[in-house]
């Protein structure tokens, strides 16, 4: 069993996935991709589905780059890169509006503006451009999973703490309240994500470095 | 091959692929998303006359349930008369009403007005008095979050309720949208006309209050009538208002 997980734990894989999930998460460790974990990380299902939405477009436009990187002309390689990403943007985007009316209109701009997010664009350039259509695969994922993880945290925080909810159930008795409970409208605002995103910055850099 | 030749070949190659995949995605979903607004639509209208409840979520099939049994579309020309099906071809505008056992209980104009970024689209309800606001909403806009995109939140739509497009001698005045809170800048015999606005968005209120200002304007003949005469007629077979693109 231990041989196994050694085994795990050693493969390229393995570490792609730490590395994006952990050592080097996106949000937390390379301060990208932070306008959207502001915006749309007052609900939490708002937020999941985001995180599912650049998920998609990080992992299939580095596969694409990936599949495509020795046919590339390098004087047109970032329009080319811009160009994949933002056909798979628009076409989550359509899919959203399609099937997810209403958590569409709330995530409003910001399914868009992933054409924009540093993380895709970093991850094609950086990874996509220079390794095999596999680990660019798996990379994608796990940075888009990484970026998730962050922001699924920060919107349960702020939900449960700014409305009393988790996925849009109550879960603060309505006896607190009577009380004189009171929801913390500051977690509402963007000044709220920015302190809870903070504070998981610091936790994880506390942790890495003990 | 030279360089420049095979860039080229290359981009043209990328283009044609991206924008076949773009008219795949936009084609074969159109048909959903066009039944998904059509409802969100319908729903606007029931949370105009507080039927449903802004913020939550309905099931589509009990929207349009709802929709069916209390709202009726009808067609008025520019004189404010309702129009029925003989009626010889003229320019129309479509008019909700909300009815209850058969009674009307407010009138509901569609609002298409400027914003600052685009078109901003929504309803408004007129109780029938006609001079008195039930409620506003917006489905459409493409303010900015946070700032004029405010305008499709509860705390800006609910300032809309019990408001009055009359000043206090019967004059239409349509309402506005002021700068700030109403209750610190605006004179308090004029404050029936006013609406809070929303910090940041200046311009956002600006053109929505002109945009406010131009459709009652053009529903004034039927707001008069209910101001004057009560109920408007309904004509036994009522011309059904033209769907709205």
Request: charged share 20%; net charge negative.
């Given at each position: 069993m231990s041989t196994a997980i050694v085994k795990i734990t050693r493969t390229q894989t393995y570490r792609t996935v730490a590395d994006a999930l952990w050592q080097n998460n996106p949000i937390s460790k390379q301060v990208l991709g932070i306008c959207s974990s502001l915006a749309v990380t007052v609900q939490m299902n708002t937020a999941i589905v985001m995180a599912l939405a650049l998920t998609f477009v990080v992992a299939f436009s580095n596969l694409v780059i990936s599949l495509m990187r020795k046919i590339i002309p390098r004087n047109i390689r970032i329009i080319v890169e811009v160009a994949v990403i933002a056909t798979l943007v628009i076409i989550a985007d359509e899919v959203l509006k399609a099937f997810m009316f209403n958590i569409s209109k709330q995530l409003s701009v910001f399914v868009g503006l992933i054409i924009t997010n540093c993380i895709v664009m970093g991850r094609a350039e950086t990874c996509a451009m220079s390794n095999a259509p596999y680990p660019a695969f798996v990379d994608g994922l796990a940075n888009g999973i990484g970026y998730g993880s962050v922001l699924v945290g920060v919107s349960f925080f702020r939900e449960l703490l700014g409305a009393g909810k988790i996925l849009g159930f109550a879960v603060v008795p309505q006896a607190f309240y009577d009380m004189g409970y009171m929801n913390m409208g500051l977690m509402l605002l963007a000044p709220g994500a920015f302190i809870v995103i903070g504070l998981f910055v610091w936790l994880e850099h506390a942790l890495l470095k003990s | 091959m030279s360089d420049g030749v095979k860039t080229i070949l290359f981009a043209t190659i990328l283009c044609l692929v991206c924008s076949l995949l773009l008219t795949l995605a936009s084609t074969g979903l159109n048909a959903f998303?066009?039944?998904?607004?059509?409802?969100?639509?319908?729903?606007?209208?029931?949370?105009?006359?507080?039927?449903?409840?802004?913020?939550?979520?309905?099931?589509?099939?009990?929207?349009?349930?709802?929709?069916?049994?209390?709202?009726?579309?009808?067609?008025?020309?520019?004189?404010?008369?309702?129009?029925?099906?003989?009626?010889?071809?003229?320019?129309?505008?479509?008019?909700?009403?909300?009815?209850?056992?058969?009674?009307?209980?407010?009138?509901?104009?569609?609002?298409?007005?400027?914003?600052?970024?685009?078109?901003?689209?929504?309803?408004?309800?007129?109780?029938?008095?006609?001079?008195?606001?039930?409620?506003?909403?917006?489905?459409?806009?493409?303010?900015?979050?946070?700032?004029?995109?405010?305008?499709?939140?509860?705390?800006?739509?609910?300032?809309?309720?019990?408001?009055?497009?009359?000043?206090?001698?019967?004059?239409?005045?349509?309402?506005?949208?002021?700068?700030?809170?109403?209750?610190?800048?605006?004179?308090?015999?004029?404050?029936?006309?006013?609406?809070?606005?929303?910090?940041?968005?200046?311009?956002?209120?600006?053109?929505?209050?002109?945009?406010?200002?131009?459709?009652?304007?053009?529903?004034?003949?039927?707001?008069?009538?209910?101001?004057?005469?009560?109920?408007?007629?309904?004509?036994?077979?009522?011309?059904?208002?033209?769907?709205?693109?």
């Open positions: - | 998303q066009q039944e998904n607004a059509r409802v969100d639509r319908q729903k606007n209208i029931l949370q105009a006359v507080g039927v449903v409840a802004p913020g939550r979520t309905y099931p589509a099939d009990e929207i349009k349930a709802l929709y069916q049994s209390t709202i009726q579309c009808i067609s008025v020309n520019a004189e404010g008369q309702v129009l029925s099906a003989e009626a010889a071809p003229q320019k129309t505008m479509p008019l909700y009403l909300y009815l209850q056992d058969e009674q009307v209980q407010a009138y509901i104009v569609p609002v298409d007005s400027r914003g600052l970024w685009g078109r901003i689209y929504g309803y408004l309800a007129l109780d029938t008095d006609g001079s008195t606001v039930t409620g506003f909403s917006v489905y459409q806009h493409s303010e900015t979050p946070g700032l004029g995109g405010e305008i499709e939140n509860q705390w800006f739509q609910r300032n809309f309720v019990g408001k009055r497009i009359v000043d206090t001698a019967g004059d239409f005045v349509s309402i506005k949208i002021a700068k700030g809170a109403v209750k610190n800048m605006i004179r308090p015999d004029l404050q029936p006309n006013y609406v809070d606005g929303i910090s940041g968005a200046t311009m956002t209120g600006k053109f929505l209050t002109e945009g406010l200002q131009g459709i009652l304007q053009t529903y004034e003949p039927v707001s008069v009538h209910f101001r004057t005469q009560g109920m408007l007629k309904l004509p036994e077979n009522a011309l059904v208002c033209q769907p709205q693109s």
